[in-house]
């Protein structure tokens, strides 16, 4: 017996490649459970077709060839269960997710997947200060310069301003401690980004505590190291903030200002014209990804999920 294979017909024969592609585009905005409510199918059917959307999708986007690349890690489960996501950044899209951990050899798997004459094209690697992320790049892409992710070094900033509120609270006691509870996300965030009520809080905090409003000009005035074009400059930059923290007892940044000693190579690359990349798309991706993970309630089929990330930048069909 012979069966015939028609182009126009899905991989499951009983649908058209036309219905699986708009059955998956609609699963961008909606759970499985809810397209299959909607069209009458089986959830297993709905899940079936968007799969074979999204591996069109991949294969219409073409095999990667990054020059400039962001690095991050996921947490997928609880227990510090996580995947690593390469990004290429001068095109804006996810190209390999996978790993066990965020171990050297996991980062070790994307390199050997991408092969030897496609990896001496890398130029740079974005990444947090992640010592085996940044160890396997200088291993297996020797010529990729290293920049640590602008958001990631203002996180470990905003732990260091956060130490200090809850030390802060700690050794007060009283009416005084009114000011600082409930005030984490305010003090945190940036200023152009709060409410006028949130804006308020944050002047009624600042002008209480002075240790707390220090610290809280110097975490505004960081910002601007990324601002430069010269790395002489940016240096005598942070110079000038470190000087600054004399005198202040915020142990939390004197170590943060260890930590960037230690790390200016990595930080200092972003003053060079041609590493200006956008940097806010690795922490796109991350806020996305945790939308998929939201809407999936626990995703546990690692093929389904690996594609979904991989498409989530790409264009519909």
């Not at 594609?307 to 264009?315: A, D, I, N, R």
């Amino acid at each position: 017996m012979k069966i015939e294979k028609l182009a126009f017909l899905a991989d499951n024969p009983f649908y058209t490649k036309r219905f699986a592609y708009y059955i998956g585009k609609r699963c961008n905005a909606s759970t499985v459970k809810d397209i299959a409510k909607e069209f009458h199918l089986d959830s297993g059917t709905v899940k079936e077709l968007e799969i074979q959307y999204m591996r069109e999708q991949l294969r219409r986007a073409g095999k990667p060839r990054p020059r400039v690349i962001g690095i991050d890690e996921i947490s997928i489960r609880k227990g510090h269960i996580y995947r690593i996501v390469v990004s290429d950044l001068e095109r804006r899209r996810p190209i390999w997710f996978g790993g066990e951990d965020r171990s050297e050899e996991s980062m070790n798997l994307f390199y050997e997947w991408l092969g030897p004459s496609k990896i001496k094209h890398i130029r740079l690697a974005v990444m947090d200060m992640w010592k085996p992320f940044e160890k396997s790049t200088h291993r297996l892409a020797p010529q990729a310069a290293v920049l640590y992710d602008k958001f990631h070094v203002i996180r470990h900033l905003n732990e260091a301003l956060d130490k200090i509120r809850k030390s802060e609270y700690a050794r007060l006691t009283g009416n005084s401690r009114k000011f600082i509870k409930g005030q984490k996300y305010t003090l945190l965030s940036h200023h152009e980004n709060l409410t006028t009520d949130g804006r308020r809080s944050l002047k009624t905090l600042l002008a209480a505590n002075k240790r707390l409003n220090t610290a809280y000009i110097l975490k505004e005035e960081f910002g601007q190291l990324w601002d430069y074009q010269s790395e002489a400059w940016a240096r005598r930059f942070f110079d000038n903030w470190k000087a600054s923290l004399k005198w202040q007892r915020l142990k939390p940044y004197e170590k943060f200002a260890e930590m960037i000693e230690r790390h200016w190579d990595g930080i200092a690359s972003f003053c060079k014209p041609e590493n200006k990349v956008a940097l806010g798309f690795v922490e796109g991706l991350n806020n996305k990804i945790r939308v998929i993970q939201r809407r999936a309630y626990g995703l546990r089929d690692q093929e389904y999920f690996r594609l979904k990330v991989l498409t989530c930048m790409l264009p519909d069909i």
